[in-house]
């Protein structure tokens, strides 16, 4: 395993035997940042009706049944293992829920091992606006939204999942430079320039960096 020096080789022998304690140790790190992931992926259209946390439980049933066969030939650090596996059980929900002929609506990206739903602007914008909920600014909060979601569709489709990873996932520098197969000098080159372009573009918006 990649990063297999989190675990003792006990734990992981018990987890490959099936003993679901020791499973849920080598995954409950890992729920919280996954579940944000999901969170900023999730089509507008069903958030309603799909709950995040059931799509890491979905993906942690499914990582259960594979992790022999990962720990015996791992092809990627533990975390992005189970990220990718999120990213599938994302992208079944998206097709079960929107049908096929909706599919358009859950735009994915290719980049990656694998496609994954793209991280969609108004869920980062949200994440961006989590300050802004006192009675005063309510009545300024959807403008701000707006402004926003265009700065971030300002950015290029690699630019903005590369803030998306970097800022919201708290992925690092090499795990992004693994999930888009490049080189870490060039993810870390696109995060700050998307990073500037995004602060340039919010700098703009007024009062939104005092409220910081």
């Known amino acids: 395993m990649n990063d297999s020096s989190e675990f003792s080789e006990g734990l992981i022998r018990r987890a490959r035997e099936g003993d679901q304690q020791a499973i849920a140790e080598l995954f409950r790190p890992h729920e919280s940042r996954l579940t944000r992931m999901v969170r900023m992926r999730l089509n507008r259209s069903i958030q309603r009706r799909v709950d995040p946390a059931d799509i890491v439980q979905e993906a942690f049933i499914e990582a259960s049944k594979r992790l022999g066969d990962y720990t015996t030939s791992p092809d990627m650090p533990f975390y992005l293992w189970l ?122 918006i007024p009062g939104f960096l005092e409220d910081r």
């Not at 002929?101 to 606006?129: F, T, V």
């Open 83 to 204: 990220r990718h596996i999120t990213g599938q059980k994302l992208v079944d929900a998206h097709r079960r829920h929107l049908g096929t002929q909706k599919r358009d609506a859950a735009i994915e990206i290719s980049l990656y091992r694998g496609s994954i739903p793209m991280a969609n602007s108004a869920s980062l914008a949200i994440q961006l606006l989590g300050g802004l909920t006192s009675p005063s600014r309510a009545a300024v909060r959807a403008e701000t939204q707006m402004r926003v979601q265009q700065a971030l569709n300002g950015l290029s489709d690699v630019d903005r999942e590369i803030l998306a990873m970097r800022h919201f996932e708290q992925l690092t520098n090499a795990e992004v430079a693994d999930v888009l197969s490049i080189d870490k000098s060039t993810a870390s080159t696109r995060y700050l320039r998307a990073l500037k372009r995004m602060k340039d573009s919010l700098s703009k």
